[in-house]
T-cell receptor, first 118, second 113 residues
Protein backbone atom coordinates (compact mmCIF):
# COMPACT_ATOMS: atom_id res chain seq x y z
CA UNK A 1 0.00 0.00 0.00
CA UNK A 2 0.84 3.73 0.13
CA UNK A 3 1.75 4.13 -3.53
CA UNK A 4 2.12 7.52 -5.16
CA UNK A 5 2.38 7.84 -8.92
CA UNK A 6 3.48 10.71 -11.13
CA UNK A 7 2.78 11.34 -14.76
CA UNK A 8 4.62 11.88 -16.97
CA UNK A 9 7.88 10.40 -15.76
CA UNK A 10 9.82 12.43 -18.29
CA UNK A 11 8.90 15.40 -20.45
CA UNK A 12 10.80 17.49 -22.94
CA UNK A 13 9.26 20.74 -24.08
CA UNK A 14 10.10 23.90 -25.93
CA UNK A 15 10.75 27.14 -24.13
CA UNK A 16 7.57 29.12 -23.57
CA UNK A 17 5.21 26.16 -23.36
CA UNK A 18 3.36 25.02 -20.25
CA UNK A 19 3.74 21.57 -18.75
CA UNK A 20 1.36 19.81 -16.37
CA UNK A 21 2.57 17.11 -13.98
CA UNK A 22 0.09 14.88 -12.17
CA UNK A 23 0.55 13.32 -8.77
CA UNK A 24 -1.83 10.61 -7.61
CA UNK A 25 -2.16 8.65 -4.40
CA UNK A 26 -3.26 5.25 -5.67
CA UNK A 27 -4.42 3.42 -2.57
CA UNK A 28 -5.03 6.06 0.04
CA UNK A 29 -6.56 9.48 0.41
CA UNK A 30 -4.22 12.39 0.85
CA UNK A 31 -5.46 15.60 2.37
CA UNK A 32 -2.05 17.14 1.92
CA UNK A 33 0.37 16.84 -0.96
CA UNK A 34 3.77 18.40 -1.37
CA UNK A 35 5.78 19.40 -4.40
CA UNK A 36 9.55 19.34 -4.40
CA UNK A 37 12.23 20.27 -6.83
CA UNK A 38 15.59 18.54 -6.95
CA UNK A 39 18.68 19.59 -8.87
CA UNK A 40 21.36 17.03 -9.79
CA UNK A 41 23.23 15.74 -6.74
CA UNK A 42 21.32 18.11 -4.48
CA UNK A 43 18.73 17.74 -1.80
CA UNK A 44 14.98 18.12 -2.18
CA UNK A 45 13.69 21.66 -2.03
CA UNK A 46 10.08 22.08 -0.95
CA UNK A 47 8.19 24.27 -3.40
CA UNK A 48 4.67 24.22 -2.02
CA UNK A 49 2.17 22.46 0.18
CA UNK A 50 -1.28 21.80 -1.20
CA UNK A 51 -4.38 20.88 0.71
CA UNK A 52 -7.41 19.41 -0.99
CA UNK A 53 -9.93 22.08 -1.88
CA UNK A 54 -7.83 25.07 -0.88
CA UNK A 55 -5.06 27.22 -2.28
CA UNK A 56 -1.53 25.96 -2.12
CA UNK A 57 0.99 27.46 0.28
CA UNK A 58 4.20 28.35 -1.49
CA UNK A 59 7.65 28.46 0.04
CA UNK A 60 9.56 31.68 0.04
CA UNK A 61 11.10 32.42 -3.34
CA UNK A 62 8.78 30.15 -5.32
CA UNK A 63 6.71 32.01 -7.90
CA UNK A 64 3.08 31.02 -7.48
CA UNK A 65 2.17 32.34 -10.93
CA UNK A 66 4.93 30.29 -12.46
CA UNK A 67 4.17 27.04 -10.68
CA UNK A 68 0.42 26.55 -10.53
CA UNK A 69 -0.78 23.89 -8.13
CA UNK A 70 -4.23 22.39 -8.02
CA UNK A 71 -5.41 19.81 -5.49
CA UNK A 72 -8.92 19.11 -6.70
CA UNK A 73 -9.45 15.75 -5.02
CA UNK A 74 -8.10 13.63 -2.21
CA UNK A 75 -6.10 11.55 -4.66
CA UNK A 76 -4.87 14.04 -7.25
CA UNK A 77 -2.69 17.12 -7.27
CA UNK A 78 -1.26 18.79 -10.35
CA UNK A 79 1.70 21.09 -10.87
CA UNK A 80 1.70 23.24 -13.99
CA UNK A 81 4.94 24.91 -14.97
CA UNK A 82 3.77 27.90 -17.00
CA UNK A 83 5.84 29.42 -19.80
CA UNK A 84 8.68 27.06 -19.05
CA UNK A 85 12.25 28.15 -19.63
CA UNK A 86 15.52 26.18 -19.60
CA UNK A 87 16.19 27.21 -15.99
CA UNK A 88 13.00 25.36 -15.00
CA UNK A 89 14.58 22.09 -16.11
CA UNK A 90 14.74 19.90 -13.03
CA UNK A 91 13.47 16.78 -11.30
CA UNK A 92 10.06 17.43 -9.78
CA UNK A 93 8.87 15.11 -7.04
CA UNK A 94 5.53 15.03 -5.25
CA UNK A 95 4.64 13.42 -1.97
CA UNK A 96 1.38 12.70 -0.25
CA UNK A 97 0.52 12.56 3.42
CA UNK A 98 -2.11 10.05 4.37
CA UNK A 99 -5.20 10.97 6.34
CA UNK A 100 -5.71 9.71 9.87
CA UNK A 101 -5.28 6.01 10.26
CA UNK A 102 -1.60 6.00 9.34
CA UNK A 103 1.46 7.49 10.99
CA UNK A 104 0.45 11.13 10.97
CA UNK A 105 3.67 12.62 9.69
CA UNK A 106 4.63 10.03 7.12
CA UNK A 107 4.94 11.16 3.54
CA UNK A 108 4.97 8.84 0.57
CA UNK A 109 6.91 10.03 -2.43
CA UNK A 110 6.21 9.69 -6.10
CA UNK A 111 8.85 8.48 -8.57
CA UNK A 112 9.53 11.97 -9.88
CA UNK A 113 9.19 13.75 -13.22
CA UNK A 114 12.23 14.82 -15.19
CA UNK A 115 11.47 18.09 -17.00
CA UNK A 116 13.79 19.28 -19.74
CA UNK A 117 13.07 22.63 -21.36
CA UNK A 118 14.85 23.25 -24.65
CA UNK B 1 19.17 28.87 7.13
CA UNK B 2 19.81 25.17 6.94
CA UNK B 3 18.09 23.51 9.85
CA UNK B 4 19.35 19.97 9.31
CA UNK B 5 23.04 19.37 8.71
CA UNK B 6 24.10 16.03 7.28
CA UNK B 7 27.51 14.42 7.04
CA UNK B 8 29.46 13.02 5.37
CA UNK B 9 28.67 14.19 1.87
CA UNK B 10 29.90 10.90 0.45
CA UNK B 11 30.89 7.58 1.93
CA UNK B 12 32.60 4.48 0.61
CA UNK B 13 32.18 1.28 2.60
CA UNK B 14 33.27 -2.25 1.89
CA UNK B 15 30.68 -4.98 1.58
CA UNK B 16 29.81 -6.28 5.01
CA UNK B 17 30.93 -3.12 6.76
CA UNK B 18 28.91 -0.59 8.74
CA UNK B 19 27.78 2.63 7.08
CA UNK B 20 27.20 5.55 9.44
CA UNK B 21 25.55 8.81 8.44
CA UNK B 22 25.03 11.65 10.87
CA UNK B 23 22.57 14.51 11.10
CA UNK B 24 22.25 17.44 13.46
CA UNK B 25 19.29 19.75 13.81
CA UNK B 26 18.67 23.15 15.30
CA UNK B 27 14.92 23.42 15.72
CA UNK B 28 13.98 21.87 19.06
CA UNK B 29 10.35 21.70 17.92
CA UNK B 30 11.19 18.90 15.48
CA UNK B 31 9.52 15.71 16.64
CA UNK B 32 9.74 13.32 13.70
CA UNK B 33 13.00 12.20 12.11
CA UNK B 34 12.82 9.98 9.01
CA UNK B 35 15.56 8.66 6.77
CA UNK B 36 15.02 8.29 3.06
CA UNK B 37 16.87 6.27 0.43
CA UNK B 38 16.99 7.54 -3.13
CA UNK B 39 18.29 5.77 -6.20
CA UNK B 40 19.25 7.79 -9.31
CA UNK B 41 16.21 9.00 -11.23
CA UNK B 42 13.78 7.80 -8.56
CA UNK B 43 11.82 9.40 -5.78
CA UNK B 44 12.92 9.00 -2.14
CA UNK B 45 11.65 5.99 -0.24
CA UNK B 46 11.16 5.96 3.51
CA UNK B 47 13.65 3.66 5.23
CA UNK B 48 13.05 4.16 8.90
CA UNK B 49 11.86 6.92 11.18
CA UNK B 50 12.07 7.79 14.86
CA UNK B 51 10.35 10.09 17.34
CA UNK B 52 12.24 11.79 20.18
CA UNK B 53 10.72 9.66 22.91
CA UNK B 54 13.08 6.77 22.06
CA UNK B 55 16.85 6.71 21.70
CA UNK B 56 17.14 3.92 19.18
CA UNK B 57 15.04 2.14 16.60
CA UNK B 58 16.07 -0.88 14.60
CA UNK B 59 14.52 -2.36 11.50
CA UNK B 60 16.47 -5.16 9.92
CA UNK B 61 19.93 -3.90 9.04
CA UNK B 62 18.97 -0.28 9.58
CA UNK B 63 19.21 1.44 12.96
CA UNK B 64 18.52 5.04 13.96
CA UNK B 65 20.28 6.37 17.03
CA UNK B 66 18.81 9.53 18.51
CA UNK B 67 20.43 11.92 21.00
CA UNK B 68 17.90 14.53 22.03
CA UNK B 69 20.23 16.56 24.25
CA UNK B 70 22.82 16.83 21.50
CA UNK B 71 20.15 17.36 18.83
CA UNK B 72 21.72 14.67 16.70
CA UNK B 73 20.58 11.48 15.05
CA UNK B 74 22.32 8.95 12.91
CA UNK B 75 21.65 6.08 10.55
CA UNK B 76 23.64 2.88 10.84
CA UNK B 77 23.52 0.33 8.04
CA UNK B 78 24.86 -2.98 9.24
CA UNK B 79 26.35 -5.57 6.88
CA UNK B 80 26.29 -3.04 4.03
CA UNK B 81 25.61 -4.50 0.60
CA UNK B 82 26.27 -3.19 -2.93
CA UNK B 83 22.51 -2.83 -3.34
CA UNK B 84 22.58 -0.25 -0.54
CA UNK B 85 24.54 2.08 -2.81
CA UNK B 86 22.29 5.12 -3.05
CA UNK B 87 21.85 8.62 -1.71
CA UNK B 88 20.50 8.87 1.82
CA UNK B 89 18.67 11.86 3.20
CA UNK B 90 17.80 12.58 6.78
CA UNK B 91 14.83 14.82 7.44
CA UNK B 92 12.87 16.36 10.26
CA UNK B 93 9.43 17.79 10.75
CA UNK B 94 7.23 19.41 13.36
CA UNK B 95 3.83 17.94 14.09
CA UNK B 96 1.10 20.44 13.38
CA UNK B 97 2.85 22.29 10.58
CA UNK B 98 1.33 20.21 7.79
CA UNK B 99 4.25 17.83 8.29
CA UNK B 100 6.63 19.86 6.17
CA UNK B 101 9.89 17.99 5.95
CA UNK B 102 13.22 19.74 6.23
CA UNK B 103 15.81 17.62 4.43
CA UNK B 104 19.50 17.23 5.04
CA UNK B 105 21.92 17.72 2.16
CA UNK B 106 22.26 14.01 1.40
CA UNK B 107 24.99 11.38 1.60
CA UNK B 108 26.05 9.37 -1.42
CA UNK B 109 26.90 5.89 -0.23
CA UNK B 110 28.92 3.49 -2.32
CA UNK B 111 29.35 -0.06 -1.11
CA UNK B 112 32.24 -1.81 -2.79
CA UNK B 113 32.78 -5.51 -3.24
Amino acid sequence: GAVVSQHPSRVICKSGTSVKIECRSLDFQATTMFWYRQFPKKSLMLMATSNEGSKATYEQGVEKDKFLINHASLTLSTLTVTSAHPEDSSFYICSARANSGRAGNEQFFGPGTRLTVL
Amino acid sequence: QQQVKQSPQSLIVQKGGISIINCAYENTAFDYFPWYQQFPGKGPALLIAIRPDVSEKKEGRFTISFNKSAKQFSLHIMDSQPGDSATYFCAASVRGTASKLTFGTGTRLQVTL
